[in-house]
């Protein structure tokens, strides 16, 4: 066939190396494998019963026709009051908030609706695998600036400017970060919201993690920092992380009215709504806020400890350093130290000693790994044995 059967979009487009990994130590465990899987970016913990149950309802009520493309009315109102009281909204505005299948789908939509060719997205690393690709399949240009963990991987105002060009378009933001765990405070978020503002772009920020916090330290939406910034800043967040429902699906936009019905159009075209049931336990969630969060508390309580309990074993970790996360689930230690890629350690620590952890590189970061804590302490405990079994052979 003339040029081949798949399109530019397909060709260029990487598969995600997190979803990779965490089906290699899947298989490997099918198998007949001692695998300890410190790949997947999902709470090991189940959806609390009470959201379970709303959506179980909502399938014996029927609710399984289509739904309004940019979510049921109920969800929206429950999410504008709730982003409304966060100062993202000046008002209860529920025709900016669009409900779609799953936040990672939000990320694309925002994009996609704002950016295009000859645009160019500004994408601080440490990055979550898939913003590269998502502004890329846009039909833009990933604008790269590295921090490393010597500046805890945040990036400043001054290396954002640095690579702006009359093609700068957005800037992405996400804290806490996946894969390092750092947060921005109110300061360094002011600042670079003051750089978008003087230079005319946009912020898409990612805050599916806005709940996961640690130390007592706070998030900060940059939506709310001032009108201006609002009509700016896409916010993108969603149900996955915060109440254990990564299989659901459902993922949350904010953004001004004009971005925001863009989003709700090319919804309608690409996959129309995200599951109508889904929607009632989300639904449920949102209405009993006091209890959800309750529920995320004691995840929390268990997430904090492994925290801990990784972070202790791989700062003991001979050759290994490692920046202590404020949020997320996640810990990504330096691996420099081994004269090893990080491709190769990866690789190799997954052979020899069948532990799974994710290659730096994915997230634009030679020489670190990543290590999620959303699994169980025994499997922690017995995951650093390994690595410091294998560390120490090296």
């Known amino acids: 066939m003339k040029n081949g059967y798949l399109s530019t979009w397909a060709k260029n487009v990487s598969p995600s190396p997190t979803l990779a990994v965490d089906a290699k130590a899947k298989a490997l465990k099918a198998a007949g494998e001692d695998v300890c899987g410190f790949g997947a970016g999902e709470p090991d913990f189940d959806t609390p019963s009470f959201i379970k149950d709303a959506c179980a309802q909502a399938l014996a009520e029927g609710k399984t026709k289509y ?22 909204l000046s008002e209860k505005s529920p025709n900016q908030v669009i409900v779609s299948p799953g936040g990672k789908y939000s990320c694309y939509l925002a994009i996609l609706a704002t950016c ?6 500004i ?6 695998v898939s913003y590269p690709e998502m502004v890329k399949l846009a039909g833009a240009t990933p604008r790269v600036v590295f921090a490393g963990d010597e500046q805890g991987f945040k990036v400043s ?13 957005m800037i992405i933001l996400n804290s806490p970060s996946n894969p390092t765990g750092c947060l921005y405070n109110r300061k360094e978020m002011e600042a670079i919201v003051e750089l978008a503002c003087k230079h005319d772009l946009l912020i898409m920020s990612d805050e599916i993690y806005e709940y996961l ?3 007592e330290v706070e998030h900060f939406s940059p939506a709310s920092f001032s009108e201006e910034a609002a009509a700016r800043v896409i916010t993108v967040s969603g149900f996955s992380k915060t109440f254990s ?5 459902l993922g949350t936009l904010v953004a001004n009215p004009e971005i925001s019905k863009a989003v709700a159009d090319l919804q309608s075209q690409t996959t129309s709504n995200a599951t109508t049931f889904a929607q009632f336990g989300a639904l449920t969630a949102m209405e009993n806020w006091d ?11 268990h997430f904090d400890r492994r925290r801990l309990k990784l972070l202790e074993g791989l700062q003991g970790t001979h050759g290994i350093t490692c920046q202590r996360s404020e949020g997320a689930f996640y810990l990504f230690p330096n691996i420099s130290s081994y004269g090893l890629s990080s491709e190769e350690f990866s690789a190799r620590l997954l052979e020899e000693e069948k532990v799974a952890v994710v290659s730096g590189h994915a997230f634009g970061a030679e020489g670190y790994i990543r290590l999620s804590y959303a699994t169980s302490d025994e499997i922690i405990e017995k995951g650093l044995k390994r690595i410091q079994s294998f560390c120490g052979n090296l």
């Open 213 to 215: 916090l640690y130390d």
């Open 123 to 128: 994408i601080p690393a440490p990055y979550w």
């Open 245 to 249: 429902m990564t299989g659901w699906r």
């Open 157 to 169: 105002p001054e290396q954002i400017e640095e690579v702006l060009s009359p093609a700068s378009r």
């Open 67 to 88: 739904a309004p493309a940019a979510g049921i009315p109920a969800l929206r109102n429950s999410l504008a009051q709730r982003y409304f009281e966060k100062g993202i």
């Open 116 to 121: 295009g060719a000859g645009d160019e997205v």
């Open 291 to 301: 209890k959800s969060m309750q529920a995320v508390d004691e995840m929390l309580v």
